[in-house]
């Protein structure tokens, strides 16, 4: 019983790291394709459409939560990545920002625009009325807005829960990308690292040494990873400077993975030796597929 535990630890950690290496690697790619601002704004133009939603991204209020750096946006852009919008919008931002283009639009003079802000359900109506928008997202702000009676500050609630209504379906349109991509980097990294799932398990079966070494290792790695007291929720800031560390991250997981003494090796390595003992047969792909597979299994259910 012993054994099995033991056995089940070291295969536990083995698939941690996997699960850990494609998480950063999600993480990198989210960074790097600027995912959570493209989805945000594809949801916010799902709402408003798409010709209030650029007003809306122009706002001040909104290139407020932009964070800018020359360089890199400009090299972003080269390749098609637009960095111009943020990755997070604060539901009350929205609800004031959007106030505001329909007033602006409304009063279509920019000089007005500063005394345009709708403060009543009555001027919101009549923003609504002659902002020249998307008839059904004027009768879904309308219906909103008629709920709420004569009190202002319920209409406003009533746009943010729209919003907020909204951005839940933009995390699940996340949730659903970075699965996929976890799916597609988990077989990935298990073939490129030579993860072999029934390879390890064996070796840590047959050797007790292993076994021990491996389960230290993975009292090692809990400890070192123990959590923290809670802080502040993340910033948009926050998760930037931590997708710019995955690499750094990356390679020091590798450098565990060397260190757990498993039987680690990269396919064309394997598929050499088992050229070299059998040259009357093909290479087992089949068997490194199933094993790579299960490696998958582990570290994506991790």
């Known amino acids: 019983m012993l054994r099995i535990l033991e056995v089940g630890i070291g295969l536990a950690l083995v698939f941690t790291l996997v699960a850990l290496i494609c998480s950063i690697l999600n993480e990198w790619l989210a960074g790097v394709l600027e995912m959570r601002g493209r989805m945000l704004w594809e949801g916010v133009a799902n709402l408003v459409k798409k010709e209030i939603g650029d007003d809306i991204c122009r706002h001040q209020l909104m290139q407020g939560l932009v964070r800018k750096r020359k360089w890199s946006d400009k090299l972003a852009g080269l390749v098609g990545i637009d960095r111009s919008k943020p990755a997070y919008i604060p539901t009350n931002t929205f609800v004031l920002t959007l106030l505001d283009v329909l007033g602006t639009r409304a009063a279509a003079a920019p000089a007005a625009a500063a005394a345009t802000l709708p403060t009543s359900v009555a001027d919101l109506q009549t923003a609504l009325q002659n902002a020249g928008i998307d008839a059904n997202v004027k009768q879904a702000l309308m219906a909103l807005v008629a709920d709420a009676g004569a009190d202002f500050e319920k209409a406003k609630k009533n746009i943010g829960g729209w919003f907020d209504a909204g951005m839940d379906r933009v995390t699940g349109w996340y949730k659903r990308w970075s699965q ?41 790695f809990v400890e070192a990873r123990r959590p923290r007291p809670e802080g502040p929720a993340l910033t948009e800031q926050d998760l930037r400077q931590r997708t710019e560390e995955a690499a750094r991250q990356i390679g020091s997981l590798q450098d565990q ?13 394997l598929e050499q030796e088992y050229v070299e003992k059998n040259p009357q047969k093909k290479a087992p792909w089949l068997a490194m597929l199933s094993s790579w597979f299960w490696t998958h299994i582990g570290g994506f259910i991790l």
């Open 257 to 269: 993975f060397r260190s757990l003494a498993v039987p680690l090796h990269p396919f064309r390595k």
């Open 180 to 220: 996929m991509v976890l799916i597609v980097a988990g077989l990935i990294v298990a073939a490129l690292l030579g993860v072999d799932s029934i390879d390890i398990g064996r070796a840590l079966w047959m050797d007790p040494v292993l076994r021990e070494a491996t389960a230290d290792a993975a009292e090692q």
